[in-house]
């Protein structure tokens, strides 16, 4: 799949080394994501280009036109199918987490934020926000919500969403004892700092 594309994108689209699995979260994330947001989409561009290999070979699915940069991304985790947690709502997933971390910290590095968001099961055991906020590297570049099934943790994605593009990062919820329920509210055109907020970091 990267070797056919290879000969279609220029050279500074093209990943350096690392295997397949790593190649396609980070050519996915080069054609949906820049910090330059609203940048526009053509049609002939490398862009375009990778989202139409990725959709023709059913690796992704594609509703509407993709007509610009987003500069930020959130990502949906499936709930964890083994949590002890008999009133959680768990998804199976065929994705391992090692996808989810390494899509993640791809949309983080090359957009202006990531953040994933799931049910509270996801936060367990091997549950992708568990295995996010065992991460070292992506613990330190992704914020992560686990009350993502309830009007809360909407609330909570769209304001970790904002605090990632003003810098900040942090882990919401209730699972663990290193998060906090809300993202440290922040008036438009400042940042958020460690001393407001404990658990947040700078990018």
Do not use: C
Not at 13 to 40: C, I, M, R, Y
């Amino acid at each position: 799949m990267v070797a056919d594309l290879t000969s279609q994108l220029p050279i500074s689209w093209l990943p350096t080394g690392g295997s397949t699995d790593e190649q396609l979260p980070h050519l996915l994330a080069e054609a949906l994501v820049d910090k330059s947001a609203g940048t526009f989409i053509d049609s002939d561009s490398p862009a375009a280009t990778v989202l139409k290999a990725l959709r023709s070979a059913k690796l992704i699915d594609v509703k509407g036109d993709v007509r610009g940069f987003a500069g930020a991304a959130l990502i949906l985790a499936p709930g964890n199918p083994d949590s002890s947690d008999a009133n959680a709502q768990s998804t199976p997933s065929d994705t391992p987490q090692s996808a989810y971390l390494t899509l993640a910290t791809q949309l983080d590095a090359i957009g202006g934020g990531t953040v994933v968001s799931g049910p509270a099961s996801a936060a367990a055991g091997a549950g992708v926000l568990a295995a996010i906020r065992g991460d070292d590297v992506a613990k330190g570049a992704v914020s992560t919500v686990d009350t993502g099934t309830t009007p809360m943790g909407v609330i909570t994605a769209v304001l970790a969403l904002r605090e990632q593009l003003e810098g900040g990062i942090g882990a919401y919820g209730f699972v663990g004892g290193d998060t906090k329920k809300l993202p440290t509210l922040i008036a438009t055109g400042t940042t958020s700092s460690t001393t407001s907020n404990p658990t947040a970091t700078r990018k």
